[in-house]
């Protein structure tokens, strides 16, 4: 009767600590593989939505004058933009009054992605105050960027004459002003010319003139005799 025979495989230490080092390195790589693709498929991608004045802190200016003006943009540098279309709102208020925009069709717009694209904003005609001014972004991120601006304004609304035999000028001028400028006068001597596409409402002592910022006029007035004036027969008023 034959005798089985075992055999005994001895491995050394160091042989069996190698092999449980290249399994456990394996499961690593094989998690530090998988892990980098799940971030790679939820990784977002580029959005900017950025302005020149307007920012997430919502900084305040002081403005001399009666504007307004700001710019949105969907990029950071030329390298960096958004990829997707931004849509965007901006709304600007003074208190809680609404004041509609001069440029009405960028109040509700987009930044097409892809490109680096911009909208410029110039709100004009404004009074005196403080006005704060928001643009957010719904589409394809949240971002709400808000900028308040106080306006301080050194209106007036100057005139002179200057007098000729039968007419006498009389020149007007607005310095951050924009609106109606009312002439009025006593002197039945003087038929002013109502042929001005600035000037309306005329009477026989009294006129408007629709008057734009920083600008000037000159009104011109015959004399029914030539008479001289020294100093000006006209009040100049601005409501």
């Known amino acids: 009767m034959k005798k089985l025979q075992i055999k005994r495989w001895i491995f050394p230490a160091s042989l069996i600590l190698l092999a449980l080092v290249l399994v456990t390195g394996t499961a690593t790589l094989a998690k530090y593989i998988s892990t980098n693709s799940t971030a790679a498929a939820v990784q977002p991608q580029s959005f900017y939505f950025e302005s020149d004045l307007l920012s997430v802190e ?5 403005v001399q004058g009666n504007t307004i003006a700001f710019e949105l943009y969907n990029y950071a ?5 958004s990829e997707a279309d ?16 001069t440029n009405a069709t960028n109040a509700l717009g987009t930044l097409a992605g892809g490109a680096q694209n911009m909208a410029k904003f110039s709100l004009s005609g404004l009074a005196a105050g403080t006005y704060t001014v928001s643009a957010t972004c719904s589409t394809p991120f949240a971002k709400t960027m808000t900028a308040t601006f106080t306006l301080t304004q050194n209106m007036t609304v100057t005139s002179s004459i200057s007098d000729d035999t039968n007419v006498i000028y009389l020149t007007v001028t ?3 002003y924009s609106g109606d400028v009312n002439v009025t006068w006593t002197d039945a001597n003087l038929i002013p010319d109502n042929t001005s596409p600035y000037v ?3 009477t026989a002592n009294s006129l408007t003139v ?5 600008s000037t006029y000159t ?10 004036y020294a100093t000006s027969p006209f009040t100049v008023t601005a409501p």
């Open 219 to 228: 009104l011109v007035f015959y004399k029914t005799t030539a008479k001289a």
């Open 58 to 62: 919502g900084p305040t200016y002081t």
């Open 77 to 81: 540098d030329a390298l960096r933009y």
């Open 174 to 176: 607005t310095t951050d």
């Open 86 to 101: 931004v849509a965007y709102t901006v709304t600007v208020k003074r208190g809680n009054e609404v004041i509609s925009l």
């Open 210 to 214: 629709a008057a734009k910022l920083n």
């Open 200 to 202: 309306s409402d005329v």
